[in-house]
């Protein structure tokens, strides 16, 4: 199929096959928007639930006082920037750029890991700052229930995208030449030695399959920017 | 090497990825800004319902503009954005009623607690 897709000129060649479902959509992109849908209803629980028990059971401490809305506005920034990068790899995939892919791939993950470096930071503020934990509060478990569990999505999708990336690269890669002397990444040779040189232009789909479990990530971070974040700065409605 | 791998494309296919480029870009740029003002407006003093239904429109402008161009419904076929209405729904709907159905109760009490009785009588 991949030698057939060689000789053509059309670059979705390789891609056709898979688009021959009675739904005119590929499977596993299909499986993926199915799954999509489940955890909106998933995530739609849990904001809910937050959100309920914020206004039945009025907490302590003030919200306002321990968040750092700037700080949660750059992980926004981040995540969507995360997003841009995750959608121009997956073109570059669809293009066959197989190099270009990679770099874009290697931003996500580094967004993606900064993200969660916020996340970890944030947590550990509230913990040791604002004596905040899973169980002090009501407020407490919605909330880190809630933000560790799309927390939890970021840390999966990093992962997904680093095996794709791992993918990518040629057979040799954890051997670096430098001044004339061979570094060993060990422990990343041992996790994704296995993976390497394995990825094909028929994985477009694969990549842009993991692009829609990142974008949705990036979705739900919106939803919970503004339900969980900025809302809590309008008095009013009395949380 | 995976390098050697590149599939051959038509010029076409090329003029099409560029404009989908400068979409996601100009997108991006938008998702950003819409952010900042967020950010902004929570400190601004003006009526606060107007301050919470704006809120609500950006951040649904900032929910479509990523499912409908960073995540491709705009070019794939309908039943992808079919099924993921059908989710999107269903969660809305659910959050919805759970917060219409959840009020707060000065005691300290959940008032669902005490509506619950008339709703399963």
Redesign the interface.
């Known amino acids: 199929m991949s030698s057939h897709a060689a000789t053509t000129d059309d670059p979705h060649a390789a891609l056709a096959p898979l688009k021959k479902t009675s739904t005119g959509v590929e499977n596993k992109k299909l499986a993926m928007w199915a799954f999509l849908a489940s955890d909106c209803m998933f995530f739609g629980t849990l904001i809910s639930t937050h959100l309920i028990y914020r206004k039945v059971y009025p907490t302590v401490v003030e919200p306002t006082e321990i968040f750092d809305i700037e700080l949660t506005a750059f992980s926004s920034f981040i995540l969507l920037m995360s997003s841009l990068l995750m959608a121009l790899s997956v073109s570059a995939a669809h293009k066959g750029n197989i190099a270009g892919m990679r770099r874009f791939l290697l931003g996500t993950i580094f967004f993606g890991l900064i993200f969660l470096s916020g996340q970890v930071y944030e947590f550990n503020h509230f913990v040791r700052e604002s004596g905040l934990t899973l169980s002090s509060s009501v407020f407490g478990s919605t909330f880190y229930v809630l933000t560790g569990t799309h927390g939890v999505h970021v840390a999966l999708g990093v992962l997904w995208l680093s095996c794709w990336t791992a993918c990518t690269l040629p057979k040799d890669w954890a051997w670096y030449t430098l001044k004339g002397r061979r570094f060993l990444w060990l422990p990343f040779r041992v996790v994704f030695a296995p993976m390497t040189g394995r990825y094909k232009h028929e994985n477009a789909l694969d990549v842009e399959v993991a692009g829609l479990y990142w974008h949705f990530v990036d979705v739900v971070w919106i939803v919970i920017f503004t339900a969980v974040y900025l809302v809590e700065y309008l008095p009013v409605f009395g949380f | 090497?995976?390098?050697t791998?590149?599939?051959?494309?038509?010029p076409d296919?090329?003029v099409e990825?560029h404009k989908?480029?400068f979409t996601?870009?100009n997108?991006?740029i938008a998702?950003?800004a819409i952010?900042?003002i967020?950010?902004v407006i929570?400190?601004v003093p003006v009526n606060?319902?107007f301050?919470?239904t704006s809120?609500?429109v950006?951040?649904t402008v900032?929910?479509i503009g990523?499912?409908w161009?960073?995540?491709?419904l705009r070019w794939?076929?309908a039943?992808?954005t079919i099924?993921?209405?059908?989710?999107?729904i269903?969660?809305?709907g659910?959050?919805t009623a759970?917060?219409l159905l959840?009020?707060?109760?000065p005691d300290?009490a959940?008032?669902i607690m005490t509506l619950l009785p008339s709703l399963l009588w």
């Open positions: 090497m995976a390098e791998q590149q599939k051959p494309v038509t296919y090329v990825e989908k480029y996601f870009f997108l991006s998702l950003i952010t900042g967020e950010l929570i400190y606060r319902w301050l919470f809120l609500m950006l951040s900032k929910f990523v499912i161009w960073f995540m491709h794939d076929r039943l992808c099924v993921f209405l059908i989710g999107l269903l969660a809305t659910t959050v759970l917060m959840f009020r707060r109760d300290g959940p008032e």
